[in-house]
């Protein structure tokens, strides 16, 4: 008769209790069908669902804003994104993911006619990118696909167990001008301050003409910088 070990069930728990995550991550209803949400339930994540003004995910007191790269390139397009990153200033802590990148080219100098059906030259989704790290002070996280992401926030709740900081649902959402959004992008590119970026507005009045201007044009606003800002759009 074979020996049955009474004690491996318990034994069983014991070992679960060990990863076990113990820090409960608060998701934003909007997320409730994703299939982050349901990749962290598969990992025995606390997920709490409730509706955020900030931000896609709060962990302990991170903030983290999960994007697509398809949604990246339109919440630039639409200025979303410059209002969420001067939101998510709020917190000490946040994080921006763009999720898909095994998936789905950010940006693609090979392939001219795909850059201009998305409206967006890829040294723009550059400078946006050198604007969230250096202006917004945010890091950004690139992640193979939903699984990855839901791996990155299930490592991020282990981190944050023994943070006891409380956290903050008071955040609010912050209104930007259309001409300040659009100010924040041109400030992206390097040696184009606040100063330049407005007079580059008054000129061109939109992103998009600015960005096709002609040297000529460029010089009277930027003057020596011309070449150096021509050379990044051509890069």
């Known amino acids: 008769m074979p020996f049955h070990n009474i004690f491996s069930k ?5 070992e679960a209790e060990k990863f076990k995550i113990k820090t409960k991550i608060i998701t934003d209803l909007h997320e409730k069908n994703s299939l982050v949400a349901s990749e962290l339930v598969n990992l025995g994540v606390d997920v709490d669902f409730q509706h955020l003004k900030v931000g896609d995910y709060l962990i302990g007191n991170v ?6 790269i398809s949604d990246f390139i339109s919440s630039m397009l639409d200025k979303r994104l410059l209002t969420q990153l001067e939101d998510m200033k709020q917190y000490e802590k946040r994080l921006l993911i763009i999720e898909g990148i095994e998936e789905q080219e950010l940006y693609n100098d090979d ?3 795909n850059e201009e059906k998305r409206g967006l030259h890829s040294n723009a989704i550059r400078g946006m990118l ?3 790290s250096l202006e917004a002070s945010c890091p950004i996280i690139f992640s193979k696909d939903y699984r990855d992401t839901a791996k990155f ?5 282990k981190r944050m167990e023994k943070d ?3 956290i903050s649902l008071h955040a609010k959402k912050k209104n930007l001008s259309f001409q300040e959004q659009k100010q924040y992008i041109l400030e992206a590119f390097p ?3 606040p100063s330049t970026a407005k007079k580059l507005l008054e000129k061109f ?6 960005l096709n201007a002609n040297e000529e044009e460029l010089k009277e606003v930027l003057k020596s910088k011309t070449v150096h800002f021509r050379n990044l759009l051509d890069f």
């Open 164 to 166: 006891k900081t409380p």
């Open 111 to 113: 392939n001219e006619n």
């Open 10 to 14: 318990t034994e069983e728990r014991k």
């Open 205 to 210: 009045k939109t992103i998009n003409k600015t």
């Open 153 to 157: 926030l299930y490592l991020i709740a």
């Open 130 to 132: 050198l604007y969230i």
């Open 63 to 68: 903030a983290i804003e999960r994007k697509t």
């Open 191 to 193: 040696n184009i301050g």
